[in-house]
Antibody, heavy 120, light 108 residues
């Protein structure tokens, strides 16, 4: 079974830092590009970041550019999101998501998400 | 940035009825339009990709159509498990990858 499991979410103060992790299993992690998508409480979905298989290309949403850094460790089948200078509007469930490898590269599967709360 | 506008925001229907959801893009996305379903407390699930292709395991009552700027997700006869929020997403002109605001399909 293809599976993504996020961890690292917690309560953090504004201005603080956090590192999210995503453990992949059930597929060849090093052959898929990966993404982070977030969802603020009661709100819609927002794409956050993208990274290619060899980490050669990385993209970010404008809302996180310069503050968040995506990385991966193919030997450990893991994806990471380093989040710095956190703000209240970064509060959300963060999903680790795989490019599905289908035409148009939709997202599939999705992890269950990890909750990040930024509050004083 | 391509903006996706979903309508209606909420759709109130009885089980067994037909649901028609719309997604309009601010500029052409070709056929690179995806639909997801999300139930409370769960991550989104892939339903339809490339505008009209059902993902693995998705029932035939779900269908997608459209190209360019106007897309439709149709659920031919609503089952109890179909009441959820549906999102469209484009990947034609990115970054950024963008999602629509969602349509909630609720039981009438």
């Amino acid at each position: 079974e293809e599976r993504l499991v996020e961890s690292g979410g917690r309560l953090v103060h504004p201005g603080g830092s956090l590192r999210l992790s995503c453990a992949a299993s059930g597929f060849n992690f090093n052959t898929y590009s990966m993404n982070w998508v977030r969802q603020a409480p009661g709100k819609g979905l927002e794409w956050v970041s993208y990274i290619t298989t060899t980490s050669g290309t990385k993209y970010y949403a404008d809302s996180v550019k310069g503050r968040f850094t995506v990385s991966r460790d193919n030997a450990r089948n893991s994806l990471f999101l380093q989040m710095n200078s956190l703000r209240a509007d970064d509060t959300a469930v963060y999903y680790c998501v795989r490019d599905a490898g289908l035409v148009g590269t939709p997202f599939d599967p999705w992890g269950q998400g990890t909750l990040v709360i930024v509050s004083a | 940035e391509i903006v996706l506008t979903q309508s209606p925001a909420t759709l109130s229907l009885f089980p067994g009825e037909r649901a028609t959801l719309f997604c309009r893009a601010s500029q052409s996305v070709g056929s690179h339009l995806t639909w997801y379903q999300q139930k409370p407390g769960q991550p989104p699930r892939l339903l339809i990709y490339e505008a009209s292709n059902r993902a693995t395991g998705i029932p035939a009552r779900f269908s997608g159509s459209g190209s360019g700027t106007d897309f439709t997700l149709t659920i031919s006869s609503l089952e109890p498990e179909d009441f959820a929020v549906y999102y469209c997403q484009q990947r034609n002109n990115w970054p950024p990858l963008t999602f629509g605001g969602g349509t909630k399909v609720e039981i009438k």
